[in-house]
């Protein structure tokens, strides 16, 4: 399934994305503010995108009229995690956006359409959404699409880290989403 918003698509990752995936995964910054390990070839990026980004609703944002080349990720998790219990209904946004595309609306564009899809096509009821202390920019995100405080986890494992940080945890309902 592709998506598409006013500037984006959102579409599968293809092996031929590894060496994108790489350039962009490599640096620090980005694996650090959402939990992960910083890729250190391309051949991980291909074996992260054979392995992790290769479910149903995992998605590369890419942008409209570029080159066709990912600029960051999005997942809309349907599947139970150790660390949050969902109930049939339910989802959790994943995201991330490489550092040349930060400050342009990317992370917003690209989750309000994974909230339509979620909501319209799936069929969901509640979908949830979640960022570390810290990450502000995750944090404005949620809030201009519409999430929620639920709750907050002073105690999340990060097991690829090997840390604890604090985790903020925001909601969205489709009847909140349906009345904006």
């Known amino acids: 399934m592709t998506l598409e918003t006013d500037r984006l698509i959102l ?27 910083p890729h250190e070839n391309v051949a991980y990026s291909r074996a992260i995108i ?41 989802g959790e946004i ?3 956006v490489g550092m040349p595309y930060w400050n342009r609306g990317y992370a917003t564009e690209a989750v309000c359409e994974i909230l339509r899809h979620g909501f319209e096509d799936l069929k969901l009821q509640k979908i949830f959404c979640a960022y570390f202390d810290g990450n502000n920019s995750s944090k404005r995100v949620q809030e201009k699409c519409g999430f929620k405080v639920h709750h907050t986890n002073f105690e999340s494992r990060i097991p690829m880290l090997h840390e604890v940080r604090t985790e903020h945890v ?10 904006r």
């Open 50 to 90: 054979r392995t992790v980004l290769n479910g149903d609703e995992d998605y590369a944002i890419v942008e409209k009229g570029g080159n066709d080349k990912p600029v960051g990720c999005i997942s809309l998790m349907l599947e139970e995690n150790p660390e949050r219990t969902r109930s049939i209904g339910e």
């Open 94 to 96: 994943g995201y991330w």
């Open 11 to 37: 579409r599968k990752w293809n092996d031929s994305d590894a060496g994108a995936l790489y350039f962009l995964a490599r640096n620090p910054e980005i694996g650090k503010k959402a939990g992960w390990l």
């Open 170 to 179: 925001n909601y969205i309902t489709y009847d909140m989403w349906d009345s």
